[in-house]
T-cell receptor
Framework: GENVEQHPSTLSVQEGDSAVIKCTYSDSASNYFPWYKQELGKRPQLIIDIRSNVGEKKDQRIAVTLNKTAKHFSLHITETQPEDSAVYFCAASSRAGGTSYGKLTFGQGTILTVHP | NAGVTQTPKFQVLKTGQSMTLQCAQD?????MYWYRQDPGMGLRLIYY???????DKGEVPNGYNVSRLNKREFSLRLESAAPSQTSVYFC??????????????FGPGTRLTVL
């Protein structure tokens, strides 16, 4: 099955700095890579996603890049703000047999702290 | 619209007790999922239901059973709770049954402690 590794496990930055979180995946057939943000005590919520036919996607201060050859993808947050402090999870969509059920395999999570 | 709801929010069990976690959605989504979240381990899939009438095991199914009661409801049962099942449980839903591209929407979670 799919295996997703996420680094770093914790990341501390100053307000205004950039933050980068990296993930690698094992299944070359995975074709969908979402990123979720989870604030303390809350549910995970999708912040951005990318499909395998796209190399980069941007939404205001956040961007995701995908390198299919190397099987890794990254989340970039620019001009970080204290409200960006949360746990971030990457994920990859895996297959069951010959049919994709849209199952997600998640990375272990990154605790991002943005200091004012 | 309530989205995805879960009951209860908190539960404390003794080892060996049983309980059922409930999940309901009013989003008319086809697929539903149960995850557990443990510190440093991300979200791990327990069971899922790609569409009404089907259920399949995920990554960590041992000690759990599920029922897709109808399109709206998907329950998770612990028959004999163990301390290793202490965790936060999230239900999630997705619109498309067979597409891998749709966003998963999560419920608020159930915090379970097994003593």
């Amino acid at each position: 099955g799919e295996n997703v590794e996420q680094h770093p496990s914790t990341l501390s930055v100053q307000e205004g700095d950039s933050a980068v979180i990296k993930c690698t995946y094992s299944d070359s057939a995975s074709n969908y890579f979402p990123w979720y943000k989870q604030e303390l005590g809350k549910r995970p919520q999708l912040i951005i996603d990318i499909r395998s036919n796209v190399g980069e996607k941007k939404d205001q201060r956040i961007a995701v890049t995908l390198n299919k050859t190397a099987k890794h993808f990254s989340l970039h947050i620019t001009e970080t703000q204290p409200e960006d402090s949360a746990v971030y999870f990457c994920a990859a969509s895996s297959r069951a047999g010959g049919t994709s059920y849209g199952k997600l395999t998640f990375g272990q999570g990154t605790i991002l702290t943005v200091h004012p | 619209n309530a989205g995805v709801t879960q009951t209860p929010k908190f539960q404390v069990l003794k080892t060996g007790q049983s309980m059922t976690l409930q999940c309901a959605q009013d989003m008319n989504h086809n697929s539903m999922y149960w995850y557990r979240q443990d510190p440093g381990m991300g979200l791990r899939l327990i069971y899922y239901s790609a569409s009404e009438g089907t259920t399949d095991k995920g990554e960590v199914p041992n000690g759990y059973n599920v029922s897709r009661l109808n399109k709206r409801e998907f329950s998770l049962r612990l028959e004999s709770a163990a301390p290793s099942q202490t965790s936060v449980y999230f239900c999630a839903t997705k619109q498309g049954a067979w597409s891998g591209y749709n966003e998963q929407f999560f419920g608020p979670g159930t915090r379970l402690t097994v003593l």
